[in-house]
């Protein structure tokens, strides 16, 4: 198997190493200090960040940076790779799911000693530096802000004569999700079937007072709060509000699988930066709304930077990149480039200079924003080590309920038991 | 090295040294053509393979240093481990069942070309394609379009009024695409198959025909026998590769193994636990449980061979 996992990692590596020359038109010298700059995402984003390495190659003679970049399922894969072979890339974009693991097993260099010097982010509120930092320590820099969010196809709903769902309760979200389905003869469903997804089922704990792990890293939910999860999706599903799972089963939790991007449903539960990249993909007009709300009084959104820009402990090039970082975003002309698509920026200053130039997609991400912010709880804990299994763990057990191989009940007792068993093993 | 042997006792001291040294250079000169492929064995293959023996003992997390734990992933695996368990049964069902069906399926194409039709080189050519492509992403995508709900796998049903299911996202069928995705590669058994029937004399069947034996009896009295050490290499060589399969379940649940984990391969779970969750010492102890599975299956094929098996001298 090494024979295959080796030709996959090699076409990949060929691949990239084929955008780079691609990319590096101008010669090197060898002055030059070379910063490898990794992220994951779409092609809009990968053309949003080239334009921005080329304007920073520009303006800084010396600075040579070369972009690799992946999708989100073989990125993490590759990194980890890179790390064990102490030749991860100098930049690297992190997520907060992550940022924890890395840190504590050393592969992140803190960044306060830049702080105030080549990293000038000062003016970030609390938040979006707090949620950056492990055990006190600085270890990203907030690229932009984001929140959860409905995104939906207008016209779905408004063919079906259906109101959207715009800060509706899940009761109503699942009425309303039935009628587009059957306005569309049940072709086309009212919303993708969220039970796999982890965000919408955070959120929804989150409604109901609990949480998917507590601060000491331990489960924060019990079995009923699971079997009640599956049972409101089971119901969802048997009034064809959401689709069977074998049809559900095609989504491969990206963009492009989604059952939004696919058309054959109307709601995906994401988050609100990833907007930009599902219109892209979309030819109908998206919404962007708020996740359907609890009965009580408790939020189940809160703001997370929605990736950083982390260094590796082992960069040669360290005081480039974190230049690089900054010029993304605290140069107006680079925040401008980089745009919402990887979430709202963190300083004022900058939020305002890029809101003026945004496109009217762009504009609808920076006020779902605002509109999200006074209603926002805290941010949760970083996820302890093991979250990473415990997400795909929720897929399968979703998807079995969703098959009808285990009730709702027995999947929420599977859940928790598999969960705890996990976290007692990383 | 056996020049020196062959050197008559009678020949003089200089020249003997001069021999001596025509030996060693040409022997340089062998390791030298051998290098490449020597150099790529020592480092890419006997190297790390080596040293996930060493890790398989190790709570190696990539990013920090291994720590020695004895055979505390061994133990977990064989004892606690659902996964394992239901990995190995998915494996084995794919090796059970594609492994024979290609190899028949394979075996009947091939006899069908032999048969001297024209174009022969064109057939094979174009029956060999799938294996060229059969690993490749591309194929895997083209696969997962094909057996989705409303993929062409289904419109051709839908002509003779069968509403099929959903292939390749419903647990109840997606072990068996994949099965199907393997038959289709049957291009290398089959031109090696051709290959052995090629080696069979006609005569044979000339003196079977003025026995009056039917083509059937032909089949298992004459050609199945002679064929069978072409059988046994590539039975070997195909369930190698079956256990070893991760491609295209890889790309047909995007590294998830779904759904429900109906087509999670044990390579796919050992890529899992390695590179997805960091266990990469218990990932190198799954590699090396899986290397002495086949070796075992491979030893057990050797000895029953002789029983079996009829070579041709």
Known sequence: MTHDLNRRTLLKAALGSAGLSALGSLPAF????????????????????????????ERNPGVKIDG???????????????????????????????????????????????????????????????????DGKLYGINIGNNSNALIYNKAAFQKAGVPEPIDVTWDKFFELAAAVTKAHNGEYYGTSDGSAEEVAFENWLRQRG???????????????????????????????????????????????????????????????????GYQVLNK????????????????GHYLKPS??????????????????????????????????ERGVPASPKI??????????????????????????????????KGAGEIQTMLRRIAEQVGFGRLSTADGGKQYVSEAQAILSRA | MTTTAQIPLTITEPEKRSKRRGGLSRTL?????????????????????????????????????PQFIGTANYQRIITNDVKFWHSMQVTFTYVILAVPLKLAFALGLAMVLNRGIAGLPLYRALFYLPSLLGASVAIAVLWRQLFAKDGLANVALGLFGIQGP???????????????????????????????????????????????????????????????????FNGIVQTIDAFKAFTPAFIISEGTGGPIDSTLFYTLYLYQEGFAYFRMGYASALAWILLIIIACFTAFSFLTSRYWVHYND
């Open chain 1, 210 to 276: 609990k949480a998917l792990f507590t601060e000491d890293g331990k489960l924060g939910l019990d079995e009923k709060d699971a079997s009640d999860w599956f049972a409101m999706w089971a119901k969802a599903r048997e009034a064809k509000a959401c689709p069977p799972a074998d049809l559900q089963a095609l989504d491969k939790n990206n963009i492009e699988t989604n059952l939004l991007t696919q058309g054959r449903a109307a709601c995906a539960f994401n988050h609100s930066n990833q907007y930009v």
């Open chain 1, 351 to 384: 939020r305002e200079a890029v809101s003026a130039e945004l496109d009217a997609q762009g504009k609808l991400v920076v006020d779902f924003i605002s509109h999200v912010t006074p209603k926002v709880g805290p941010i949760p804990p970083a996820p302890p």
């Open chain 1, 30 to 57: 060898a002055q030059d200090a070379r910063v490898r700059l990794y992220w994951w995402g779409s092609k809009e984003r990968a053309d949003r960040t080239l334009k921005a390495v080329s304007l920073y190659q």
């Open chain 2, 166 to 232: 959903s292939w390749i996202s419903d647990p109840n069928y997606s072990l068996y695409t994949l099965v199907l995705l393997s038959i289709w590669q049957f291009g290398s058994p089959m031109i090696i198959f051709l290959a052995g029937l090629r080696q069979i004399p006609p005569d044979v069947y000339e003196a079977a025909n003025i026995d009056g034996a039917n083509k059937v009896q032909q089949f298992f009295k004459i050609t199945l026998p002679l064929l069978t050490p072409v059988v046994f």
């Open chain 2, 29 to 65: 000169v062998s390791y030298s053509f051998l290098a490449p492929w020597l150099i790529g064995f020592l480092g890419l293959t006997l190297g790390p393979t080596l040293a996930s023996l060493y890790l398989s003992f190790t709570n190696f997390d990539l990013l920090q240093d």
């Open chain 1, 307 to 340: 990736m950083m820009w982390s260094i590796y402990a082992r960069s040669k090039v360290a005081e480039p990149a974190v230049k690089f970082a900054n010029f993304t975003v605290k140069d107006v002309d680079g925040a401008k480039l980089l745009g919402v």
């Open chain 1, 284 to 299: 109908n007009p998206l919404g962007v709304t708020m996740y359907p709300q609890g009965a009580g009084p408790n939020p």
């Open chain 1, 68 to 134: 690799e970049t992946l999708a989100w399922g073989d990125y993490w894969p590759r990194l980890a790779t890179q790390a064990a072979g102490r030749n991860a890339p100098d930049l690297i974009q992190m997520d907060y799911r992550y940022v924890a693991e890395y840190a504590r097993r050393g592969a992140l260099l803190p960044l306060d000693e830049f702080l105030g010097k080549s990293l000038d982010i000062g003016d970030f509120d609390k938040a979006s530096l707090d949620s950056c930092k492990v």
